[in-house]
């Protein structure tokens, strides 16, 4: 076998990529690389006239001293025992206006590929070998992008922490003390120029302040209205009630009797 391609890229550049498995594994055309195999290596379908084959095989390229590139391949018929061998050498020249890519070697191969026309064999093959070609070109032509340095995974977010009511802290009420700012402005003398006095709240809201320091959300929330929203407390029954209850009945025997024994004595006269 026997083959020339012309790609207008300098031959320096083809060596680069070349010597880049990756890069090489991306030209092959119709490459399905195998999660964590060798870089040149998974599944190929080739269509050969009206008929296609998908072979499973890897490929290895590995420079020499002269300059040149050995390409070696095994593959097998994903659905059949047919197998090929590929011994290629590869060579990349330089020419006016770009470079030349010689592909001279050898491919044995048995099974399926053996019924197919000859003609219809080789031309597959070139049209592969050209197409091969034209990928190392064009990913010459591309910049190589740099690696990018991991970044370090963000922390996962703990859990957020259970807060009980009791623990809440309950922010300064606006309302101001009377008895501390009496105290505090006792001392102190009007001085032309000065701030308004502050208007002091009534005592019933400082008293209110008052009991809700110290005291947790949920007892202020449920506790009960003070000063004059207070409910009016139900009259307590009195203990003095029972015996007065028994007072009557017996003021009134004793007020019949004494009139039962009056007019008895009445008629013994």
Known sequence: ??????????????RDVLADPVRVARAVPGLQQDAGAEPV???LKVRIGSHS????GSLRLSAREDGTYAVEGEATESRGTGT????LTLRADDADGGATLAFTGTATADG????LPGESVTSAATRLLTRFAENLATAARTPQQPERETEPEPEENPEPRHTSVFDTEVPPSSLMDTDEDDEGDEGDEATPGAAEPVVQPPAEAAHARRTMIGRS???VDHAPPRGRYA??????PSAVGAPLRWAAPAAA???ASAIVVGRALRKRR
């Open 53 to 56: 084959i998908t072979y499973r």
């Open 84 to 87: 090929v061998t590929l011994a």
């Open 1 to 14: 076998m026997e083959h020339e391609v012309f790609v207008p890229v300098p031959a320096e550049r083809l």
């Open 41 to 43: 290596a998974g599944r």
């Open 217 to 219: 959300a949920e007892e």
């Open 112 to 115: 399926r590929v053996t019924e």
């Open 253 to 255: 025997l004793v007020v």
């Open 231 to 236: 409910p009016v407390p139900a009259p307590q």
